[in-house]
């Protein structure tokens, strides 16, 4: 045992190191190596018989969901559902896990936060990253041209987690995606007033859309003199922008990246612009931009999308934003992101800084990616950021002191006097089978105070008392929990009765 | 996915209608919270690959983070259910609906009650929800893991073979009792007149009167195990009676199910097998819910060792997924995909500025509505879209509609169309939708 101390302490240094090269964004070929020597270390050491085998904890960067997180969370997803649902959207689902060289080349420079499945002697594995390549898969898979469709479920990141603001390893996505060859920018209008109708009914306080154009980014870098090979690292440190101040993102640009000055400050006058569709049009008509065509087809759609987003009656939530630039490599026209405009703090309250709640954009080229012939399948989709979201309603929750009930039980079953679990039994199973959720306590004799102030922590509005006087009169005592006021109702009208009470359809049609 | 969503919504509200409250767990665990806890199933996991951080592996069913979750947050006493997916290495047979990655239903409830109330609550749901899902008729076999360690240890099964003989009793719903017996012999070692004298027991089935029977049977009646598993049968069959299902338990002394964590009862649903009707395939897709009580479990999780009683169910909906979807196949029933009320049309070109502006009123009212991605898309394609959708109304705006200020509500079944003022055409819509 006393070898094992000195290697535990080398594997501990060793794990040191390789968070430190990660800190860094040191080389990939670099980490990997310093992995593998952390790998060959801990297969020295071993098992340990002396270790406690009681480690309570999920993984990091994952949690539980509790039954309070779940109400919050249902309440969040029944926003969402309704809206897509009320856009004409089909749900499907995917795999949790894909081939590993399906999610291969489509993430760029996050493609090591991807996590592998252990080679178990099947196929190579990996776990999905995000649900729009799986969904380019399913359509290429199914040669499916067109289709409108969401898709919610979590996936997962090896990234670094900061829990406390919504950023962890495992986290749910909730995706609309339209896709197919389409009239310019009415499916692109489409998305952006789903993400407003959702903002808003979720009541989580005002926001803004950024609107940009990948186009317009690579037509601007262009102009600006940025050499195509350095377009995707540069794109990376603009959309910091939203972060960080334009100073650091200037130094990161030129010291660590090494763009020219002059080139940086070219770029710095653009992407501190944003406004509305004037601003488009101005851009229109910049000497420099207006001989590029890229950037020319991009704003000539924002301008488009613009006049429907009108007509949709939300332009004055959308901002055209010059520095908007989204890290993810399949974007191909239009991208947005959606942002919460800071409330000042109120008394008590954190402010709470949670960077971008939803966002998205059109990739007309992932499709083709995945098809034998390279056949194109136009996409444009938006993803909400739902824990972000979640937090945001918990923790807003907790101020108000809101009790969130974890169960909708309408009645109680219980007994006022002992032996008389039977005949709470048979009632709640007459209950049970009229479709009125209620409950017992698993005790042959509870205490008729137990019972009710079981009612009172869980919410329980209604209370059906058996009791020995009323078995033989024929009749169950309903107690309303909040108002303490009893009335005895008769055996065979009890169901309709609770039904009544509790807004319930009569029959269970 | 339809189907699923329905078939989910009906487990769901039936675990509600008896009070669970929901949860979730990550999709992967700590290796070492998996680790031993599935005894002969242990090589089924699917394992993350070591990058350099903590082990993992994806988690193999729920029962076990529902453990764990109860030992972290020293929770005494819940009533919960969870949907979610789950993954096994096994080789998939797609025919029966065993795939390597598929949703489970739990209903579980943890904590220390007066007996068998809980556990036949557990079996009331089942069969609300079986019923609920008209699969036809179903049969809930029961059994109890000490009545099957003291038949065991009657017959005289060497302690240590305990879990082997068990998990080839269980075979039993899909194999014959010579193929079974042979397994037991010459595979596992067990002497011939032993597993003769379990093959008397295990072929038995039947009611309470069973239950009664057992209590009388000159070996079994000598175990304390098998005593104390009978007492709470029949205590259980009382319970289920008072609950109305009793005629669709049966207590059977075959059950044995793989699991290593269950202590006491134990119960498995089967669909009954209809008679093969003209053109239909006899489905053959075992138990399609099952579930039982283990009171270890959470002790296991626990530095101190204390323990939680639990005791739950968990029901199989990918059998059931691949039976409706067969059923619905053969019967070629068609479920819409969407469920969108309005579609808004138009006649002519130009109109595309009109129909955005109407479809973003009939949206900010709360009403699902659809238009075709296309600047001047032509009438009978938006008609032909409706029909194959099944869209049931559709707004009409033209010319003629702009000038008289109006817009003309058509529905798709009847082909009938009336023309609607245009400040009172969502008030007209939401009043049709009510109707109908």
């Not at chain 1, 004409?88 to 760029?108: H, N, Q």
């Not at chain 2, 205590?235 to 075959?254: N, P, Q, W």
């Not at chain 2, 129909?355 to 659809?370: N, V, Y």
Request: aromatic share 8%; proline share 3%.
């Amino acid at each position: 045992m006393a070898e094992r101390a000195p290697l535990e302490e080398l594997v501990k240094l060793q794990g040191e190191r390789v968070r430190g090269l990660k800190q860094q964004k040191a080389s990939a070929e670099l980490i990997e190596e310093e992995v593998a020597k952390l790998l060959k270390l801990k297969a020295q050491l071993g098992p340990d018989e002396s270790k406690q085998k009681f480690v309570l904890k999920t993984p990091k960067g994952t949690r539980d969901y509790s039954p309070r997180q779940m109400a919050v969370r249902e309440k969040v997803f029944d926003v969402i559902i309704r809206c897509f649902k009320r856009h004409g959207a089909e749900v499907i689902d995917t795999p949790v896990f894909e081939l590993k060289e399906t999610l291969m080349g489509k993430y760029g420079e996050d493609s090591k936060l991807i996590y592998d499945l252990k080679d178990q002697g099947g196929e190579l594995l990996s776990l999905r990253y995000d649900l729009t390549v799986p969904f380019a898969r399913y359509l290429a898979m199914n040669k499916l041209t067109n289709i409108k469709r969401y898709h919610i479920a979590k996936v997962y990141r090896r990234d670094n987690p900061a829990m406390t603001r919504g950023r962890y390893r495992e986290f749910y996505q909730c995706d609309f995606d339209i896709a197919g060859n389409f009239d310019p920018m009415i499916p692109d209008a489409e998305c952006l007033k789903i993400m407003c109708e959702i903002l808003s009914s979720l009541q989580i306080g005002d926001f803004l859309v950024k609107v940009n154009d990948r186009r317009i980014l690579d037509g601007m870098f262009a102009i600006c003199g940025v050499s195509d090979s350095k377009f995707r690292t540069i794109c990376s440190s603009v959309d910091k922008l939203d972060k960080v101040s334009w100073e650091e993102v200037k130094n990161e640009m030129v010291g660590e990246k090494g763009l020219a000055p002059e080139v940086a400050d070219r770029i710095g006058d653009y992407v501190q612009q944003h406004g509305g569709v004037s601003l488009a049009e101005q851009l229109l008509q910049d000497p420099k931009l207006s001989q590029n065509k890229q950037a020319l087809e991009g704003l000539g759609d924002l301008k488009l999308l613009f006049e429907y987003l009108t007509l949709f009656g939300i332009d004055d939530k959308i901002s055209f934003d010059l520095s908007l630039a989204r890290g993810l490599d399949y974007y191909t026209g239009v991208i947005y992101e959606a942002v919460l405009l800071q409330t000042p703090a109120q008394a008590g309250e954190e402010p709470l800084g949670v960077g971008s709640v939803a966002a998205g954009g059109r990739y007309d080229g992932l499709v083709g990616m995945f098809d034998p012939k390279g056949r194109k399948v136009p996409c444009v989709g938006l993803s909400i950021g739902v824990e972000r979201i979640f937090s945001i309603v918990e923790q807003r929750l907790e101020a108000l002191e809101e009790k969130i009930r974890t169960t909708e039980t309408q009645v109680l079953v219980a007994s006022a006097q002992k032996k008389l679990l039977e005949e709470r039994l048979k009632l709640v199973s007459e209950l049970w089978d009229a479709g009125i959720k209620a409950e017992l306590l698993y005790k042959k004799n509870p205490k008729l105070l137990n019972q009710l102030q079981y009612c009172e922590e869980a919410g329980t509005p209604l209370v059906a008392i058996i009791g020995e006087q009323e078995l033989k009169d024929g009749v169950i005592k309903l107690r309303s929990v909040t108002s303490r006021e009893e009335v005895d109702v008769r055996r065979e009208d009890l169901v309709e009765e609770i039904k009544r009470r509790t807004g319930q359809p009569l029959c269970i049609c | 996915m339809v189907v699923r969503e329905k078939i989910l919504d009906l487990v769901i509200s039936c675990f509600k209608r008896h009070g669970a409250k929901g949860m979730d767990t990550p999709a992967f665990e700590l290796k070492e919270t998996l680790t031993e806890k599935y005894g002969e199933d242990s090589g089924l996991m699917y394992d993350l690959k070591d990058q350099g951080g903590e082990l993992l592996s994806l988690r193999y069913d729920l029962t076990v983070p529902f453990a764990r979750y109860l030992a972290m947050n020293k929770v005494k006493k819940m009533k919960r259910y969870h949907v979610g997916k789950v993954w096994r290495r096994e080789s998939p047979t797609i025919v029966q609906g065993r795939y390597r990655e598929f949703c489970q239903c739990d209903f579980d409830i943890a904590g220390q009650f007066d007996p068998m109330i809980p556990d036949a609550e557990c079996l009331k749901i089942m069969c609300e929800i079986l019923s609920g899902l008209q699969l036809g008729d179903f049969l809930i076999k029961v059994n109890d893991r000490r009545i099957v360690d003291g038949m065991f240890a009657v017959c005289g099964v060497p302690e240590s073979k305990f879990r082997a003989i068990c998990s080839s009793i269980d075979k039993l719903d899909k194999m014959a009792w010579k193929d079974v017996r042979h397994e037991m012999v010459v595979k596992k070692g067990l002497a011939p007149e032993v597993a003769d004298r379990i093959g008397d027991y295990v072929q038995c089935h039947g009611g309470v009167s069973l239950v009664e029977q057992m209590f009388q049977d000159p070996r079994l009646s000598q175990n304390k195990q098998a005593l104390e598993g009978l007492g709470d049968l029949k205590l259980l069959f009382e319970y289920l009676t008072l609950f109305g299902i009793a005629d669709k338990i049966s207590f059977d002394l075959s059950l044995a199910r793989g699991l290593d964590y269950y202590t006491g009862v134990i119960y498995e649903a089967v669909l009954l097998q209809t008679p093969t009707q003209a053109g239909e395939e006899p489905l053959n897709v075992g138990s399609v819910a099952a579930g039982g009580r283990y009171d270890g479990l959470v002790g296991m999780f626990d530095p101190k060792g204390h323990k939680v009683p639990c005791v739950g169910l968990s029901i199989g909906v990918e059998r059931i997924f691949y039976i409706v979807e067969q059923r619905m196949k053969t019967k070629g029933e068609k479920v819409r995909t969407t469920e969108t009320q309005v579609f808004v049309a138009t006649p002519q070109k130009n109109f595309l500025q009109e129909r955005l502006k109407l479809i973003a009123e009939l949206w900010d009212s709360g009403i699902k509505a659809e238009m075709l991605y296309k600047n001047n898309p032509k009438l009978l394609t938006q008609l032909h879209y409706c029909e194959s959708t099944g869209i049931p109304l559709v707004v009409i705006i033209g010319e003629q509609e702009l000038k008289e200020g109006v817009i003309k509500i058509r529905s798709v079944a009847s082909r009938e169309e009336v023309a609607i003022k245009r400040e009172n055409f969502v008030a007209e819509i939401q009043k049709r939708l009510s109707e109908s």
